[in-house]
Structures are given as C-alpha cells and as structure tokens.
C-alpha cells in the first residue's frame, strides 16, 4: 500500500489563539470551504465541529485539542478537481484558555506550522503572547490572521501594530482591508496587488477586482515595503533589485516562502471568518508558505542504549520514528494515542517498541481523526498525524519506534500546577471507580496531578486553573459516573531559602550487632529562579529548581553513598520547613563528611543528608513563596475606578492600561490566592459587562503578615 499524498503536498499545523479570537469559528470556515462538511456550525449555537466535547458546547470554549484531516486547491486554480492539484491538511485546532495551554504546548512540539488568530478589535491578548513563547521554543513557523475585522472598533493598523509591538518585529503585511467594522468588504492582496472580494454561498466565490482607487497609494507604499522586506533574504535578488530590476511574482514568493520557514518573516492577513471573508487566502498561503515535513530539519534523539545522537529524515524508508503527544477517552473504542509519524511507516497489527519504557506493545487499529469521528486507516507514512487505537503503556512524550533501531525523542516538558482541590467520593460505590477515573485523565492531561496528603489522608488534584478542575470534576461525573464533593481550592505555595548555611548530618545507631553510621557535611545557597535560556555547569544535576553539587575530595564519602545523599535532600524539599510545602529554587553542595567500613549504608547517608539539610534550612531564613498570576481585565471606562480599586485592594500592581475599542484593558500582577471567585465579584462591579483573563507569571514571596495566616491555616 502506498501513499496516497507526496509529503511535498502535506501541511501539518494548528490554528492557536487567545479565548475568543474566532479560532474555532476560522475551523469551520476552513472545513466547509475544503469540502469536509456541507454546513457551517457556530460557536454560539453550540454545533461546531472541533468542539466536540458537551462541557465545550455549554460554554463555548475549546477545552481539547482537535484533530481535522482535509484536502485544498489553491483558490481560483482552473481545475480544482485534479486531484495532483490538491493540498492535503492535518489541522489541530487548540484551545485558546490559559487553563488548557497544556494542549497548545503539546501540540506545538508535532506540527510544523501555525496560522495565529488574532481579534481584530483587541489585537495581541496574553494567552496570544504564551502560545506565541511556544511556537518560538519549537521554532513554528507561523501565519498571522487577524480576524473579526467586521467588530464594531476593529482596527488592522492597530492590530499589526500590536504584533509588531508585542511579538515580533518580523511580522509583515500581506494585505490591507477594504472598509472595516461594517463596511468591510474584502481585501487587497500587496503581493499581487488584487482586490478580492468573498460572495456567493458562505462566502465561496473569490472574485478577483482592481484595487480601489481611495486605496491604490497605499497599497502601492505597502507592496514596495513589502518586496523590499522579501528580497533582503536572498543576495542575488537584492542585488538586481538595487539595480531597479523589479522581481518577479513567481521570485518573491519562493524567498518568502524560504524565510517564512526559516522564522525571519511572519506574513500577516485579514479578513472575518464569522463573516466568511478571508478564510481561503489564510489557506493559499498555507500550501504557499507553511513548510511541507520535508522543508523541516530531521528530527534529532538520541540511541537509549548508547546515548549517540540519532538523526531521522521524513522519508518512508528510513526506520519507524513516532511521538505520542495526546490520550484521549473516546467512548467507543477505548483509549487513543495521538501520534505524528518523524519518518518510516507502520501498518495496523504491527508490534511497537517504545523506548521511553523499553517495552513493547500491538498497535491494533489506526484511526484518521475528524474532530471526534474516526476514519480506519491500515497503514501511516512519514509526516502524518493519527490516532492509535489499543496502546496501554504509552504516555504522552513516550517516543514509539522500530526496536532494531531504537530512537528516544526529547520529551515534551509541561508546566507545573498552581492550585488544587481536597476531593472525595460521595459513596463507597464512587471510591473505586474516582481512583480509575482519575488515572485516566491524569494519563491524558500532563498538568493535572494527583496526590495524598500524608497528614490528613485525603485525596488532592491539582492544575493549571478553577476552570481546569471544575471542568475535570465534571468530566468525571459524566464521563466515569463518579459523583465527588470538593474543597474550596487551594494555592499550590512553594518554599525556598534567602541566605546561606551550612550544617552537618549525623546519623549513628547502635542496635548490639550492625549499627548505622552516615556523615555529611552541607553547603546551602538560594538559586535564581530557572532561567531556560541560561545554560547551566556540567558539574551540577541542575534541574528545574534543584542543583545538587558533589564536592567530595578523597574519598571521604565513598561514590556509592552520594546517590543516597542526594536522594535524602530531596525527600526532606518535598516535605518544606515553614508550613510543609515543596522547597524550590536550592544549591546544596556536599562539602565534607566520614564514613564507617562496617556500619555506613545507603538509608544512614539518606536519613544523615535529610537531618543535614534540615538544621541547615532552618539557619538559611525560609521564606514561603506564592504564584503571581498576569491578569488581565478589560472593562467599559465607566468602570475603571473599581476595577483599579479592586484589584489594589487584593495586593494587586497594576502595570499599564490600553485602549480596546471602546473598553479598557487593565493590566496587573495579582497573587492567586486572592483571585479566587473574581469572575462573581468582577460581574457584580461591572454590570456583567467586563471580563478578565488570568495566566500563572511567577513565584514571589509572601508578606510575613499573609505568611502567618498561611501558616496558621495548615497547624
């Protein structure tokens, strides 16, 4: 069986955006022009494709990653029935809410392009700059759209100004509206300096026009900016236009295309997917500018037996290379393992070895993704994206491939919860079932933990946000049959040190017989919070917020006892010093220390390393630490004297205000703890008519006078 697309003619990429930027609604547009499905569902009845899920419906939000698979011709291409004319498009729509930004993140990591939605009236949001941050850390490149442009206060130059402003100053113009707000009415393309315009059925009919008169200069300023940003990425085309040799279209487009792939241009479009106008340019400049699997570097791991670097191509006769980077419960078949093929193929009933886990499973059907309808498929090649059906040990980030030339993949790093919620069943029916529930969708989503409070026993959960749980809890309920009774949420606080110490650990025991015998010496500092694009020693185990250094000279404790050492300290961070929260953000160096022949093992350094750190914590000032969270209010001016009122009173610093429409947008960092039920509080100021958005920023110390409440709190 062989392929049915040439890799050249494959576009993997996702559609990400701020909540409520017109992401789920561009989906639509792009599945019904594609041909994909013959009615176009809203967001606000509650009928799109891509948001599947009922708790998605009821809110209109996109919770889950969807997965579409659809096929384009280039707009007006003579015959759009030729099948070697035809694109075919692996598309993730993401969600666009800070609570699920573990989905952008993952999906990110799997596909080789973007189109960034923007709204039209409020240009760059905050979660428009977070998953921006992703794209850049998996080095995406991206197609900006700014959309809503018939919104009452829509603004292009506003909007790009922001890109520009707040994003990257690579973004360039690949049109200008004609009209906004309610007299838009289509677009002028600067590369081909065409007016077109959208009629027909949905918008289907792409008509082709002169530019309008009140906009040929600036169109005509626009385009040269524009050819001139083009042809800066390539010596011989700047050359001869210098020369005044004006490049061709066919010229421009394929160096725009090179420095789209390579993130040195980010071409910016216009239109309003609710309104049906602009959706299929975005797509031309998909298969026009987005690179196909084969425009993107090979794929580097490394061997897990020999740790050498391995290299894999897009290529379907080089060994099979696989990462899984979703689970997802899907009522009738079981669990599906969400996979992007780096190279090779693999056909369903073969055997998988997954090297994260050095084990191997059957992959007993694959499955082509349609939001939540499923299309078997027998057989998947390089570069494609699909779901597995029948993996049990596979993980998000595990790495699947062909055991005889095994290949680990980096993994997928996640962020860490900031709040959390005391859980239990309300029956002793709900007890077992919550326990298989909850493995479930902790498999499925990387953020939400699950843990025992080993003073109380009780069950705890964390992730990223209130919705994040609230919508887990009801996923349980509906989906698992589980009924739970829940707490009032919790911060996720941390600990760390201000100053310096040292202190030594001794643990000796003597039972008649062996006794026990552990000796340190410790060295404690308090680190920087983790910079990632700082690179650390090779000296240290630096991790996220821990750095162990092993200073031993001699001898004086033998290698077999550091692991131990180690492993001692970071038992004692997980239990805390001021009020048994996680410690963060420590250097501990092992310094000195004795051993006995007979009596030194492995659990007498452990417990000697724990006692050590724990005198030294208590000298190094402990502080407590709390998640500041970047909020993000926007309001009707009326309003902005209790918004501003408000948010000081919860030892929030407000750090700028701008203009959206005719709103406000209130800009501060606010501790967690005191946003807790803002949404109620936010519509009883407002009339109803503000909202607010809230995405975790960094850990801060708590004021002593917050801190004894706290502390209080947890005796």
């Known amino acids: 069986m062989n392929r049915d697309y040439p890799l050249e003619k494959l576009r993997n990429f996702g559609i990400i955006a701020h909540i409520d930027a017109g992401k789920t609604t561009t989906s639509e547009r792009i599945l019904y022009y594609t041909g994909s499905q ?135 113009r690949m049109q200008l509206p004609i009209g906004a707000e309610g007299d838009f009415d ?127 191509h897009a290529d379907d006769s080089e060994p099979f290379t696989a990462l899984a980077f979703k689970l997802q419960a899907d009522p009738f078949v079981g669990q599906l393992t969400f996979f992007r093929v780096y190279s090779g193929t693999i056909e369903a009933g073969s055997y998988l070895y997954n090297s994260t886990t050095g084990s191997k499973e059957r992959l007993g059907r694959i499955v082509r993704l349609q939001a939540n309808e499923r299309e078997e498929v027998k057989k998947v090649f390089a570069g494609e994206i699909a779901a597995a059906v029948g993996l049990k040990d596979t993980r998000t980030s595990h790495t699947l491939c062909d055991e005889a030339n095994p290949i680990q993949l980096e993994q997928i790093k996640f962020p860490e919860p900031v709040i959390s919620l005391r859980i239990e069943p309300k029956t002793k029916a709900d007890q077992e079932k919550m326990g298989m529930a909850m493995k479930k969708l902790a498999d499925e989503d990387p953020t939400f933990k699950v843990s025992t409070d080993p003073e109380t026993m009780e069950t705890l ?41 040292e202190a030594e650990g001794k643990y000796i025991k003597q039972t008649g017989g062996k006794g026990q015998y552990g000796h340190v010496r410790l060295r404690l500092k308090p680190l920087e919070p983790v910079d990632p694009d700082k690179k650390v020693s090779k000296n240290t185990t630096r991790e996220d917020h821990f750095e162990f250094i092993n200073s031993i000279k001699g001898g004086v404790v033998p290698n077999e006892f550091i692991g131990p050492v180690e492993k001692g300290v970071r038992e004692a961070m997980e239990r805390g010093f001021v009020a048994g929260f996680k410690m963060v953000d420590i250097s501990v160096e092992l310094y000195d220390g004795s051993y006995h022949d007979v009596d030194s093992s492995e659990i007498a350094f452990k417990i000697a390393a724990s006692m050590g750190f724990q005198e030294a914590v208590r000298q190094a000032k402990p502080v407590l630490l709390e998640p500041i969270m970047k909020v993000e209010v926007v309001v009707p001016e009326k309003f902005m004297g209790d918004i501003t009122g408000s948010l000081n009173s919860k030892r929030g610093q407000i750090e700028g205000m701008d203009e959206r429409g005719l709103a406000r947008a209130v800009k501060a960092k606010v501790p967690l703890s005191e946003m807790f039920g803002y949404t109620t509080a936010l519509r009883s100021m407002t009339e109803g008519r503000a909202s607010f958005t809230m995405e975790f920023d960094h850990y801060e110390v708590v004021p002593p006078n917050v801190a004894q409440t706290i502390i209080a709190g947890r005796k």
Request: glycine share 6%; charged share 30%; net charge negative.
């Open 186 to 312: 289509g677009v002028v393309d600067l590369l081909t300096m065409k007016a077109y315009k959208f009629e027909g059925e949905m918008g289907s009919v792409v008509t082709e026009y002169e530019i309008p008169e009140n906009l040929k200069a600036d169109a005509a300023k626009y385009h040269a900016e524009l050819v001139e940003k083009i042809v800066e990425h390539d010596d011989e085309l700047m050359t001869s236009y210098l020369d005044g040799k004006e490049p061709t279209l066919e010229q421009l487009k394929q160096t725009l295309r090179k420095a789209v792939i390579a993130n040195k241009i980010f071409p910016v479009y216009t239109g309003s997917a609710l309104k049906n106008k602009g959706v299929q340019l975005v797509l031309d400049a998909v298969v026009d500018f987005l690179p196909s699997p084969l425009d993107m570097p090979p794929i580097k791991g490394i061997n897990p037996h020999t740790g050498e670097e391995v290299v894999r």
């Open 461 to 501: 959960i964390a992730g990223m946000g209130e919705l994040h749980l609230e919508i887990l809890v009801d996923r349980m309920k509906r989906e698992f049959g589980v009924e739970a009774n829940v707490g009032k949420p919790q911060v996720a606080y941390r600990e760390t040190i201000t100053a310096p110490a």
């Open 38 to 172: 013959h009615k176009i569902g809203e967001v606000h009845e509650g009928e799109t494709t891509t948001d599947w899920m009922e708790q998605e419906r009821e809110r209109g939000i996109t919770i889950t990653a969807a997965a579409i698979t659809c096929f384009w011709t280039r707009t007006n291409e003579p015959d759009k029935k030729d099948l070697a004319k035809k694109f075919r498009f692996n598309i993730i729509d993401t969600p666009g809410h800070i609570d699920f930004t573990v989905e952008v993140k993952r999906s990110m990591r799997v596909l080789d392009g973007a189109v960034v939605v923007f709204d039209g009236v409020a240009g760059v949001e905050p979660q428009s700059e977070t998953n921006w941050r992703y794209a850049d850390e998996a080095a995406v490149p991206r197609v900006c759209f700014i959309n809503k442009m018939d919104r009452m206060g829509a603004s292009f130059e506003k909007s790009y100004a922001s890109i520009l402003d707040r994003l990257t100053k690579y973004a360039v």
